[in-house]
């Protein structure tokens, strides 16, 4: 997904290496290649003015160090800056001291939340955990199925809402199923709840009464990272509709630009947690800033 960029900032200090030293112009016209690197690959523009501010900044300040020269120090410049924007160090799960630690999917319609209910429960049994995954988008055709079709293939537990048991009402599903956990011994809730096509007002309001229900220790925004800047402006919406404590980023496999999905920790100060680039199980990790960086760097 980031191959272009990657060509392009490599061809950007391409143009330093060799030199022995760097002067203001050669900062500037550095900095200027390496806006339009990000902006052709779609991060968005104030994300991309801070980011080339701050380094132009430090470039041009005191912190240049003896030991490299000057292309690995712009270069050394760049990743520090790349990182921050992603949101700085990796954010991992934060575990209820009491078990079950409830986790919440919420999201668009298609942004792949079932699927990475899947994901992260298999990585969580992977773990030591012993993970639930609950069916509370009663929204689309064939969800429950579906969920229970990925917990199985994860071997990990469902809860889905049987005839006479709160059909019907996804909340009633997703609280019930925390007391569904205790009893089973599962340590780990996944709540999928339901998503529309667009960002709708009925949508909030259900992801939002499930939250109250269930008091999530993390509630997670999924996102399809090929929607351009639609994704950081559906993760406005969630973060002030229903609030959000960290961001999974899906389709990362794809071949749009990504850019847009790479702003958004920073543009709704939330970081990014997990990043999924498949189909598959497998296809899922923990999202690690430096090591983003370092991918877009070469
Ligand atoms: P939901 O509506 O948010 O629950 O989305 P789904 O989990 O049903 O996913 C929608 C579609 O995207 C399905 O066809 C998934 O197989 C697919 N999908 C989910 N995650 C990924 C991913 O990381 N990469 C690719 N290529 N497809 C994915």
Redesign the pocket.
Not at 107 to 114: E, I
Not at 250 to 254: A, E, N, P, S, Y
């Given at each position: 997904m980031f191959d272009t960029l990657q060509d392009r900032l490599a061809a950007t200090f391409k143009s330093l290496r060799g030199k022995g030293r760097i002067t203001d112009a050669d900062i500037d016209a550095t900095t200027r290649e390496i806006r339009v690197a990000l902006l052709e690959a779609d991060v968005n523009l104030a994300v991309v003015k801070d980011f080339v501010a701050g380094v132009k900044q430090k470039a041009k300040g005191s912190e240049l160090s003896k030991a490299l020269n000057p292309a690995q120090q712009i270069i050394k410049i760049v990743n520090e800056e790349l990182i921050d924007i992603l949101g700085g160090d990796t954010r991992f799960i934060r575990f209820a001291k009491q078990p079950p630690t409830v986790i919440m999917?919420a999201?668009?319609?298609?942004?792949?939340?079932?699927?990475?209910?899947g994901k992260l429960g298999a990585w969580l049994k992977s773990e030591g955990h012993s993970p639930l995954l609950v069916a509370a988008?009663l929204q689309?055709p064939n969800?429950v199925q579906?969920l229970q079709v990925?917990a199985e293939r994860a071997k990990v537990g469902v809860y889905a809402p049987q005839p006479g048991n709160g059909v019907g009402d996804p909340v009633q599903v997703a609280r019930d199923s925390i007391d569904h956990a205790r009893h089973g011994l599962f340590d780990v809730v996944i709540i999928?709840t339901a998503?529309r096509l667009g960002v709708d007002e009925e949508m909030m309001r259900q992801a939002s009464r499930i939250k109250e229900q269930t008091r999530p220790d993390e509630t997670l925004f999924?996102v399809?990272a090929m929607i351009g800047q639609d994704a950081v402006n559906t993760a406005l919406a969630f973060e002030q509709g229903v609030g959000i404590d960290g961001v999974v980023l899906?389709?990362?496999?794809?071949d749009a630009r990504g850019g847009a999905a790479l702003s958004i920790a920073k543009v709704i100060g939330r970081p990014i947690m997990f990043a999924?680039?498949?189909?598959k199980l497998e296809?899922?990790d923990v999202f690690h800033p430096d090591r983003m960086a370092s991918r877009i760097l070469g």
């Open positions: 999917l999201g668009l319609q298609g942004a792949g939340k079932t699927t990475l209910a988008d689309r969800a579906q990925v999928d998503g999924v399809d899906t389709k990362l496999d794809g999924s680039n498949g189909e296809d899922f």
